[in-house]
Nanobody, 122 residues
Framework: VQLQASGGGLVQAGGSLRLSCAASGRSFSTRAMGWFRQVPGKEREFVAGITWDAVSTYYTDSVKGRFTISRDNAKNTVYLQMNSLKPEDTSVYYC????????????????WGKGTLVTVSS
């Protein structure tokens, strides 16, 4: 099982990026999935989550109204559209598969992808 995150890069404040996380090895179409981020020296934190059927989405307060999580189960892929980026969004972003449907602690995740670095310059 592999989760491959991509789409990170360097962007100016106010800009946008779209992250993708493609799963291979098995289907996660019946599993909730999420995005987390981590900066060196800090704990990994929840950013956004989506249920298997995309009916419900969840966001940490600091990204509400700016980030949008979505998924395409036919492609086994989850996305994170990030708009109005701020320097404080700079982090390594990770996608993960949730063993539950609406709990978003790091310990609730089953599988993790390798991260993709997002750098927002001021």
């Amino acid at each position: 099982v592999q989760l491959q995150a991509s789409g990170g890069g360097l962007v100016q404040a106010g800009g946008s990026l779209r992250l993708s996380c493609a799963a291979s090895g098995r289907s996660f179409s019946t599993r909730a999935m999420g995005w987390f981020r981590q900066v060196p020296g800090k704990e990994r934190e929840f950013v956004a989550g989506i249920t298997w059927d995309a009916v419900s989405t969840y966001y940490t307060d600091s990204v509400k109204g700016r980030f949008t999580i979505s998924r395409d189960n036919a492609k086994n892929t989850v996305y994170l559209q990030m708009n109005s980026l701020k320097p404080e969004d700079t982090s390594v972003y990770y996608c993960a598969v949730n063993r539950y449907s609406n709990r978003w602690w790091v310990s609730d995740m089953d599988y993790w992808g390798k991260g993709t670095l997002v750098t927002v310059s001021s």
